[in-house]
């Protein structure tokens, strides 16, 4: 049984490019949850996801970043014109359903130059 | 905002038990615990969760106290690999908001 598997595990960008994380959840799990870990600080939530629906995205930042859960393929967030502050890991997580237990990928460290 | 206390760092020899204790006196009454860990450049490990009664995993115990505004997490018999920060959390009681909502956690030390 494979977990949440996220790539690239490590994405390096300069300022003003475009940076695409993938997700893919573990099988059998519709729900995807994006979260945010800026260096030395917790971990953020930022957008949640079902098939091709976004359910809560009350953490996204306004202008930049979007975030889609088609039906088939991995979730993706999606940051246009990264700046440094940008600069963060970013984690998925899956379940099978929303009151379930959240299951952690390995995350994206997200490096902006 | 978080709504639960942690202490900011505990620390502990290997193969004693570990107590990791988190205050949430604004608990409502469908509101689960839940604990999960991260490792040292890791994701965040889901651990256990509970609502009134102890709990038990392999990983770990739970327990609650009788008004819920308390709980502690008990690590039986820590090793190496539990050195982590470990998170307890509240999850949100409303439908289509399950988000997790981390605080700062307890820094686990365990010395060898």
């Known amino acids: 049984n494979a977990g949440v598997m996220q790539n690239p595990r490590h994405l390096v960008r300069r300022r003003g490019q475009e940076a695409r994380l993938r997700c893919s959840p573990m099988k059998g799990h519709s729900h995807v949850y994006w979260y945010r870990q800026l260096p030395e600080e917790g971990l953020k939530f930022m957008v949640y996801l079902q098939k091709e629906n976004i359910i809560d995205e009350s953490g996204m930042p306004k202008e930049r970043f979007s975030a889609e859960f088609p039906k088939e393929g991995p979730s993706i967030l999606r940051i246009q014109q990264v700046v440094r502050g940008d600069s963060a890991a970013y984690f998925c997580?899956?379940?099978?359903?929303?009151?379930?237990?959240?299951?952690f990928g390995p995350g994206t460290r997200l490096t902006v130059l | 905002d978080a709504k639960t206390t942690q202490p900011n760092s505990m620390e502990s020899n290997e193969e004693e038990p570990v107590h990791l204790p988190c205050n949430h006196s604004t608990i409502s009454g469908t509101d689960y615990i839940h604990w999960y860990r991260q490792l040292p450049s890791q994701g965040p490990e889901y651990v256990i969760h509970g609502l009134t009664s102890n709990v038990n995993n392999r990983m770990a115990s739970l327990a609650i106290a009788e008004d819920r505004k308390s709980s502690t997490l008990i690590l039986h018999r820590a090793t190496l690999r539990d050195a982590a920060v470990y998170y307890c959390?509240?999850?949100?009681?409303?439908?289509?908001?399950?988000?997790?909502?981390f605080g700062q956690g307890t820094r686990l030390t365990i010395n060898p």
């Open positions: 959390i509240l999850i949100e009681g409303r439908q289509g908001a399950q988000k997790l909502v």
């Open positions: 997580a899956s379940s099978p359903g929303p009151w379930d237990t959240q299951y």
